[in-house]
Structure formats: C-alpha cells, structure tokens
C-alpha cells in the first residue's frame, strides 16, 4: 500500500448517532474519564491489569495501538475501539471495549463496527480484519461471529476471527 494511503485514517466517523474520534494525545482526559469509568472485567478482557492507574493505560494504548478510536453515543464517550498489528494494504486487528455497562447489548458495538468496517473498505486500508477472543468470553465470540467475523484459527485459550473486506 502506498505511504500516502496510510494518512487516509479518517478521525471523526460518523452514522446513526454513533460517532468514532480518533484518539490522540490532546484528548487524554476524554480517554482517561473513560477508562477511570472502566469496571474490572472490561480492562482484564482487553489484557490490562485493573490496578493500573487510567493515565498510564492511555499512555499504553499510544503506545500499542495503531490508533484508536472513542466511540461515542449521542456525543458522551462509552467505549474504546483499538487497531493493532497493523500492516496496511494487508491485514489488521481489532479490539473493541464499551466500557460503561449500561451501553453494552444496546447496537452500540455492532454499529461502530460497520461504521469502522465501511470506512477500511472505502479507504482500501487492508484486505482482512482480525479479532482475538479468549475461549472463555462466549458474549464477545457471539458478538464478533453475529458481527460477520468467521473462526479461522484456534490456539490453547482464544479464537482468532476474521472478515474479509470487500475490494473497491
């Protein structure tokens, strides 16, 4: 993929009330509200220890992340969508936490999802987008398999999952 395709991250999406923003260091403390709001189940299913204080998660993320994303519903911040292992042109995988309870099996996931997805197929940003799901996460596995995501490897403790993009 060429160079300046990479800068076709686009960082404000938008459909149906659901909005994603791209994160970035100006706006850590939306990041940081959200996070210190994250209950401990959230942040042990994205691979965070709970203790941590919510400055140094966000300073993580700069770090680990290709970018994220702060989805939010109706303009208030309620959860976090992150894309790692990035190789543009090819492939990438996605992480997704909502992190206020009362906003999860509500349509917010899914919506963002397709909102992102139509926005990498748009922009041409990789072929295949891939998920980890811990075996032991049966809400996330159905979410993601509802979510046109397809089992396609199995290690001792997850899933990987992945969706095709459509070519354009």
């Not at 909005?19 to 401990?40: H, I, Q, T, V």
């Amino acid at each position: 993929m060429p160079v300046f395709r990479t800068m076709k991250i686009p960082k404000r999406l938008e459909d149906a009330g659901i909005g994603l923003e791209l994160n970035n260091l100006w706006n850590w403390p939306l990041s940081y509200r959200l996070l210190k709001e994250a209950d401990r189940t959230c942040l042990e299913r994205l691979g965070l220890d709970p203790e941590i204080p919510p400055f140094r998660i966000f300073l993580c993320s700069l770090y680990l992340f290709s970018w994220v994303y702060i989805i939010k519903k109706e303009n208030e911040p309620v959860g976090l969508l992150g894309v790692y292992q990035w190789e543009p042109g090819i492939q990438l995988f996605l992480t997704l936490a909502l992190v206020k309870e009362i906003s999860r099996h509500r349509g917010i996931g899914s919506k963002a999802i397709e909102i992102l997805m139509g926005s990498i197929e748009e922009r041409g940003i990789c072929r295949q987008v891939l998920v980890e799901v811990k075996k032991d996460n049966h809400s996330g596995l159905g979410f993601w398999e509802k979510n046109n995501f397809r089992l396609c490897h199995e290690t001792g403790s997850t899933y990987l999952l992945m969706r095709k993009v459509l070519e354009k």
